[in-house]
Antibody, heavy 121, light 107 residues
Framework: VQLVESGGGLVQPGGSLRLSCAAS????????MTWVRQAPGKGLEWVAN????????YYVDSVKGRFTISRDNAKSSLYLQMTSLRAEDTAVYYC???????????????WGQGTLVTVSS | SYELTQPFSVSVALGQTARLTCGGN??????VHWYQQKPGQAPVLVIY???NRPSGIVERFSGSNSGNTATLTISRAQAGDEADYYCHVWDSSTGRVFGGGTKLTVL
């Protein structure tokens, strides 16, 4: 299993950025996928997740209306479109494989190395 | 909203047993996952659904969960176990919840 993020960088407040995650080594279309972020020196924060077919998407309140998670199963790729970026969005963003269990439980069993997003003027 | 509480830091002597706690209201009724994050690296799943070890994780790592506290136990602690450890649950009303993390130091 390999997850490789790209698209991070320096962006001004109010700007936009699109993160990508290329997945390999497993059947991408069979798994939920999740973005998790980590601000510098801080803990982990779930950002968004998406069901196998893209029919369900969930977001942390702080990014609702600004971020959009999507996926392309034909390309085994996950995306995070980020708009109206704020300084507090500065973080390393991790792409994770999300294992869903029948009792409505989720576990993040594989993580990419992350891509750094810096929001600053 | 559901919250998880972890001690900021824990120290353990080389070769001894470290117990890292994760507190939450009736956490014993939930499935708890634990991640290890070494400096500059991505997190790695070390325990899932309370007591299960993923392939490749050594038997020195074990988990338990009861009442209001889940515990990650690291037996015969080694220098290579120094890392930040995060607990994680799925809550039906809050969604995904991570604890604040515990920094483990091996003395």
């Amino acid at each position: 299993v390999q997850l490789v993020e790209s698209g991070g960088g320096l962006v001004q407040p109010g700007g936009s950025l699109r993160l990508s995650c290329a997945a390999s080594g497993f059947t991408f279309s069979s798994f939920w996928m999740t973005w998790v972020r980590q601000a510098p020196g801080k803990g982990l924060e779930w950002v968004a997740n998406i069901k196998q077919d893209g029919s369900e998407k969930y977001y942390v309140d702080s990014v609702k209306g600004r971020f959009t998670i999507s996926r392309d199963n034909a390309k085994s790729s996950l995306y995070l479109q980020m708009t109206s970026l704020r300084a507090e969005d500065t973080a390393v963003y991790y792409c994770t494989r999300d294992v869903y269990y029948a009792d409505d439980d989720h576990c993040l069993d594989y993580w990419g190395q992350g891509t750094l997003v810096t929001v600053s003027s | 909203s559901y919250e998880l509480t972890q001690p900021f830091s824990v120290s353990v002597a080389l070769g001894q047993t470290a117990r890292l706690t994760c507190g939450g209201n009736n956490i014993g009724t939930k499935n708890v996952h634990w991640y290890q994050q070494k400096p500059g690296q991505a997190p790695v799943l070390v325990i899932y659904r309370g007591t299960n070890r993923p392939s490749g994780i050594v038997e020195r790592f074990s988990g338990s969960n009861s009442g209001n506290t889940a515990t990650l136990t690291i037996s015969r602690a080694q220098a290579g176990d120094e890392a930040d450890y995060y607990c994680h649950v799925w809550d039906s009303s809050t969604g995904r919840v991570f604890g604040g993390g515990t920094k483990l130091t091996v003395l």
